[in-house]
């Protein structure tokens, strides 16, 4: 491994100092993690990573606004975040129906199953998101899911409790 040597101004290093307090990482592992991430960012196409820093703003300006609370804390709050982020994705909707995009699909699942998706896209929507959890390693929803399991969703994880000291 080569080494670096960087130049930061006064109030990165300050910054880079707080977040390694709190995740107990070396300056120089920080650093390439979050180098990491940004070069995985940048293979995202750029209206998807629009709309991804779109849903985060949404969820900060949810809790400024709201002040009541993480978005992930109750049900109702919840649910605004979830009407909030449906609303925006239903702004980047294509002006125009992707003729291509089908005929890909088609092909893929064949002409039956296809067309059982286009009336159904919930149904597909449903295989996307169950593959990329399994693709994927979500900490807190994991957990959020074996909290469900036990009582009904009545228990409160240390992730959560976690998240939400965080939040204090």
Sequence with gaps: ?????????????EK??????KSGNSLGEEIRQ?????????????ITLELATGVVNLAATM???LDAGLWHWHQQLHG???????QRVRAYEPPIKGALALQRLAQKLGDAAA??????????????ERADRRSHSY???????RDRAKLGGGVLSDVRKKEEDKSS
């Design 80 to 86: 605004i975040f979830a009407a909030a982020v449906a």
């Design 115 to 128: 067309s059982q998706l286009r009336q159904a896209p919930d149904a597909l929507g449903a295989v996307i």
């Design 34 to 46: 979050r180098l990491e991430r940004s070069i995985e960012q940048d293979r995202i196409g750029p």
């Design 139 to 145: 900490e807190y929803l994991q957990q959020l899911e």
């Design 1 to 13: 491994m080569k080494q670096l040597k960087i130049s930061l101004p006064d109030d990165l290093r």
């Design 63 to 65: 809790e400024a606004f």
């Design 16 to 21: 880079l100092d707080a977040l390694i307090s």
